[in-house]
């Protein structure tokens, strides 16, 4: 089993794709997310980071709710969204549970109109996810799940205002940063935004054995 207490169908998904046992940030990452406490982790490439948060997010939310996004997952880019939600809809294929990823590229109105018609898990930049937030008034009121994935990524200095204005805009909900190191930007993300994190930091050699892909 991959890990105990994780729902049946989420187990059964898991078995399915190969996922035979958990990397060492997936072992110290999931139970802690699964809290409802803010948490940072840091954790080398490749260790399975993007993983335990496609894991965790199906197991904390199961299914279809409302019509709003319950979990909004910030990426570097359109090509990191777009591979997140391949994750997803290979785990949660055995849910109802509705996952979008948004990205410029394709009209605005159009992905809004999909968003609106019922989305649980909504993944992208988070300079699209601003703009799909101020020009359609993208509904977070119901956000259970704040995820920013590749923080060293993530927080450059062109972006960081974005997201920056994204989490203000965004009501209390638990939140959560993984990276493969810390900075300065980081780490006033930190002190700013969250509450009493738990940090987990992953060395190298921990990893080096049980590697998956992001």
């Known amino acids: ?23 060492p940030i997936q072992k110290k990452t999931i139970g802690k997310m699964k809290s409802g406490r803010d948490c940072l982790f840091i954790a080398p490439e490749q260790s399975g980071k993007t993983t335990a948060i496609v894991i965790t997010v199906i197991q904390q939310l199961k299914e279809a709710l ?12 359109r090509a990191k969204a777009e591979a997140m939600k391949e994750q997803f809809d290979l785990l949660a294929e055995h849910t109802d549970l509705r996952v979008f990823a948004v990205f410029q590229g394709e009209h605005i109105l159009k992905q809004r109109d999909r968003v609106y018609a019922g989305c649980d898990v909504l993944i992208g930049p988070a300079k699209f996810l601003n703009e799909l ?5 993208m509904n977070l009121n119901s956000l ?3 995820i920013i994935d590749d923080g060293q990524s993530v927080f450059k ?3 960081t205002s974005q997201i920056d204005r994204l989490t203000t805009s965004t009501p209390e909900s638990q939140r959560i940063v993984f990276t493969t190191e810390m900075n300065v930007r980081i780490q006033d993300y930190v002190e700013y935004y969250m509450i009493a994190p738990e940090i987990v930091e992953i060395e190298a050699e921990d990893s080096e054995e049980e ?4």
Do not use: C, W
């Not at 089993?1 to 046992?21: C, N, S």
């Not at 409302?66 to 880019?77: K, N, S, T």
């Open 211 to 214: 590697n998956q892909p992001e």
């Open 144 to 146: 259970r799940m704040y």
């Open 133 to 137: 937030y101020s020009n359609s008034g």
């Open 157 to 159: 200095h062109e972006i």
């Open 66 to 77: 409302d019509d709003v996004p319950r979990a909004l997952i910030v990426v570097e880019d």
């Open 1 to 23: 089993m991959f890990l105990k207490k994780l729902d049946e169908q989420l187990t059964i998904a898991l078995e399915q794709e190969g996922f035979e046992k958990p990397t």
